[in-house]
């Protein structure tokens, strides 16, 4: 598993694994490149199994599989971000501040976002070749409040009122 920071930075790790009918663990010190996705493979040339006729050993292939962010899934080199928002911030718009791979971004949200809305921060993403960066897309989720107080049942009752006679 490659973590997200890896997939944008590169590493060296080492990683151990037994092959099948062998009780030996082998530990390998693999070169992670900045920019890898899921699925890609990773080449140890010379470290793969040796024909049954004799020769030299094949190559070794890692297959890239990304490990789980709390705050971004991979979408190929975009990322993506759920973002919940409070209804009002939803209707009324205003900055709000949005995690990214090197820390934190303020987002303009404009009035009248709706739910699923989604909005992109160009090259936040992962590496692409060329050495370009994917995007990052952030998705809101506006989240209603579970409990209200008087007051906050009093002014939703309001809004609902206005909204069935709007001024004309």
């Given at each position: 598993m490659v973590t997200l920071e890896e997939a944008i930075h590169g590493s060296r790790r080492k990683i151990s694994f037994q092959r099948s009918g062998s009780p030996k663990i082998e530990t390998y010190e693999v070169q992670i490149p900045a920019g890898v996705h899921e699925g890609q493979r990773i080449r140890l040339a010379g470290q793969g199994e040796v024909h049954s006729r004799?020769?030299?050993?094949?190559?070794?292939?890692?297959r890239v599989r990304l490990s789980q962010?709390?705050?971004?899934?991979?979408?190929?080199?975009?990322?993506?971000?759920?973002?919940?928002?409070?209804?009002?911030?939803?209707?009324?718009?205003?900055?709000v501040p949005v995690p990214t791979m090197e820390g934190e971004a303020r987002l303009k949200v404009p009035p009248g976002t709706q739910h699923g809305q989604r909005f992109k921060l160009r090259h936040r993403g992962l590496p692409q070749k060329g050495k370009e960066r994917g995007d990052l897309y952030v998705v809101i989720e506006i989240v209603l409040p579970k409990v209200l107080n008087p007051q906050e049942r009093a002014l939703w009752e309001q809004l609902a009122r206005d909204s069935r006679n709007p001024a004309v």
């Open positions: 004799g020769g030299v050993a094949g190559d070794l292939y890692l962010h709390p705050d971004f899934r991979a979408e190929g080199s975009d990322l993506v971000h759920d973002l919940s928002l409070p209804p009002w911030r939803a209707v009324l718009g205003g900055e």
